[in-house]
């Protein structure tokens, strides 16, 4: 099965790639896009920011380049981006650079707030699916399309890096993507993914590099602007060029990034204020975690944080792995529950389309005793069920069961976000 993650941001181009079986490759680009007359003369070329060239409709377009090397053209930075002719030509480009012809599934995000749209999911669905002409001698198939909310590909990303998640099976968690245009979040709750605590800021990334900026002209008479700022922090570098003299970035981000996170933070702790129990992990993902991390610590103080390893990647790397788990749609009808009284109570709690996940994790916990040599009880009351003290359920599931816990976990994840 050839599966693509593809996160299109308005900064950069994340992909991850590869079959079922192995580990997907990544790839980051530049989110620049337009058409080719657009693209601005090097007197030297020929280095990995070369873009890619695509069609979009028949039209040659010059893809996955810095904005800055874009004239005349400009910038997405708006809730419409997915409709534009760049979005497009990023789509193709995260296309061709899988080097597949025939790609099974394609997932990827959107931000919580747009996800929330049902008719545009459906729209990017549609316009994914089927072939694709991306050069002229190049065409590309898309066989199916999943679109989830953009942190719900770090969420399944840091499931994959747990040494046993089925410990927050009844847990709390709550994940922040602070990207470009937006930080978006999503709280998951015993599995469930909570809509009405989900949602999105545009207090975002590009908001604390103007910021800096302006605060950097009060200091030396001009500011460098948002996309110098933005290439500084791109490729790691502290310093920027004013009137010739190199600015230390350091203290004017921070400045910034605090500013902004308090404004995040409070958004945040007001979409939170109707779930009864507090949040038992936060988990970062996204290039722009780092500048808002310390005023989410200051806001969350008691609630452990996690920053996602190399977290520009980790929406990419969990679309890629929620898509190797994915199977499509699934529905299960279960006519009784003889023997069982105490699972059918314990199903009755929760909403009808999280009952059949339960099922399913509870059957993989118990392969997953299996395998590591436990016998589980075919009709004991504490056997096997997430959330109980016992001395079956209280053992970690490891290896090879503890990925089949995680996949059940991520199935129940990507299958609340199917559209009926």
Same mark, same amino acid.
């Not at 390893?309 to 003889?338: C, D, P, Q």
């Given at each position: 099965?050839?599966?693509?993650?593809?996160?299109?941001?308005?900064?950069?181009?994340?992909?991850?790639? =590869?079959?079922?079986?192995?580990?997907?490759?990544?790839?980051?680009?530049?989110?620049?896009? @337009?058409?080719?007359?657009?693209?601005?003369?090097?007197?030297?070329? #020929? $280095?990995?920011?070369?873009?890619?060239?695509?069609?979009?409709?028949?039209?040659?377009?010059?893809?996955?380049?810095?904005?800055?090397?874009?004239?005349?053209?400009?910038?997405?930075?708006?809730?419409?981006?997915?409709?534009?002719?760049?979005?497009?030509?990023?789509?193709?480009?995260?296309?061709?650079?899988? =080097?597949?012809?025939?790609?099974?599934?394609?997932?990827?995000?959107?931000?919580?707030?747009?996800?929330?749209?049902?008719?545009?999911?459906?729209?990017?669905?549609?316009?994914?699916?089927?072939?694709?002409?991306?050069?002229?001698?190049?065409?590309?198939?898309?066989?199916?399309?999943?679109?989830?909310?953009?942190?719900?590909?770090?969420?399944?990303?840091?499931?994959?890096?747990? @040494?046993?998640?089925?410990?927050?099976?009844? @847990?709390?968690?709550?994940?922040?993507?602070?990207?470009?245009?937006?930080?978006?979040?999503?709280?998951?709750?015993?599995?469930?993914?909570?809509?009405?605590?989900?949602?999105?800021?545009?207090?975002?990334?590009?908001?604390?590099?103007?910021?800096?900026?302006?605060?950097?002209?009060?200091?030396?008479?001009?500011?460098?602007?948002?996309?110098?700022?933005?290439?500084?922090?791109?490729?790691?570098?502290?310093?920027?060029?004013?009137?010739?003299?190199?600015?230390?970035? +350091?203290?004017?981000?921070?400045?910034?990034? @605090?500013?902004?996170?308090?404004?995040?933070?409070?958004?945040?702790?007001?979409?939170?204020?109707?779930?009864?129990?507090?949040?038992?992990?936060?988990?970062?993902?996204?290039?722009?975690?780092?500048?808002?991390?310390?005023?989410?610590?200051?806001?969350?103080?008691?609630?452990?944080?996690?920053?996602?390893?190399?977290?520009?990647?980790?929406?990419?790397?969990?679309?890629?792995?929620?898509?190797?788990?994915? $199977?499509?749609?699934?529905?299960?009808?279960?006519?009784?529950?003889?023997?069982?009284?105490?699972?059918?109570?314990?199903?009755?709690?929760?909403?009808?389309?999280?009952?059949?996940?339960?099922?399913?994790?509870?059957?993989?916990?118990?392969?997953?005793?299996?395998?590591? #040599?436990?016998?589980?009880?075919?009709?004991?009351?504490?056997?096997?069920?997430? $959330?109980? +003290?016992?001395?079956?359920?209280?053992?970690?599931?490891? #290896?090879?069961?503890?990925?089949?816990?995680?996949?059940?976990?991520?199935?129940?994840?990507?299958?609340?976000?199917?559209?009926?």
């Amino acid at each position: 099965m050839q599966i693509v993650g593809l996160d299109i941001g308005y900064s950069n181009l994340k992909v991850a790639y =590869g079959k079922d079986g192995d580990e997907p490759t990544l790839l980051i680009r530049p989110a620049g896009a @337009a058409p080719a007359e657009h693209l601005g003369q090097r007197m030297m070329s #020929g $280095g990995t920011d070369d873009p890619l060239r695509v069609l979009v409709d028949g039209k040659e377009f010059v893809a996955g380049c810095s904005h800055d090397r874009l004239e005349n053209w400009a910038r997405e930075l708006h809730k419409d981006y997915t409709s534009t002719d760049s979005y497009r030509a990023l789509f193709n480009a995260g296309l061709l650079l899988s =080097g597949m012809s025939e790609i099974d599934r394609v997932v990827t995000g959107l931000p919580t707030s747009q996800y929330f749209d049902e008719g545009l999911r459906r729209h990017i669905a549609k316009s994914m699916k089927g072939e694709h002409q991306v050069t002229p001698k190049k065409k590309i198939f898309v066989k199916d399309v999943k679109i989830v909310p953009q942190p719900l590909g770090g969420f399944v990303d840091y499931l994959n890096h747990l @040494a046993d998640p089925s410990e927050i099976e009844d @847990a709390s968690v709550l994940v922040i993507d602070p990207g470009f245009f937006s930080v978006d979040w999503v709280l998951l709750v015993n599995g469930e993914f909570k809509r009405g605590s989900s949602g999105t800021s545009l207090d975002a990334t590009s908001v604390i590099l103007d910021e800096a900026s302006a605060l950097i002209g009060k200091d030396y008479g001009s500011g460098p602007g948002r996309s110098k700022m933005e290439n500084a922090v791109r490729s790691g570098r502290n310093t920027v060029s004013v009137f010739g003299t190199r600015v230390d970035i +350091t203290p004017y981000l921070a400045s910034a990034s @605090a500013a902004v996170g308090h404004i995040v933070s409070a958004q945040l702790q007001s979409s939170l204020r109707k779930e009864e129990s507090a949040v038992d992990a936060i988990v970062m993902v996204g290039g722009g975690a780092p500048l808002f991390e310390t005023a989410i610590k200051a806001a969350f103080d008691k609630t452990p944080l996690t920053i996602a390893e190399n977290s520009v990647f980790a929406n990419a790397r969990g679309f890629w792995r929620g898509g190797r788990a994915y $199977g499509g749609k699934m529905r299960i009808t279960i006519n009784s529950f003889a023997g069982y009284p105490a699972l059918e109570a314990d199903l009755t709690t929760l909403p009808p389309r999280s009952r059949a996940e339960r099922l399913r994790l509870l059957a993989t916990l118990g392969l997953a005793f299996r395998q590591n #040599g436990h016998h589980v009880p075919a009709a004991t009351e504490t056997a096997a069920m997430p $959330g109980r +003290t016992s001395a079956t359920t209280a053992q970690p599931a490891v #290896g090879k069961g503890a990925g089949a816990v995680a996949s059940s976990l991520i199935k129940n994840v990507f299958r609340q976000t199917d559209d009926e």
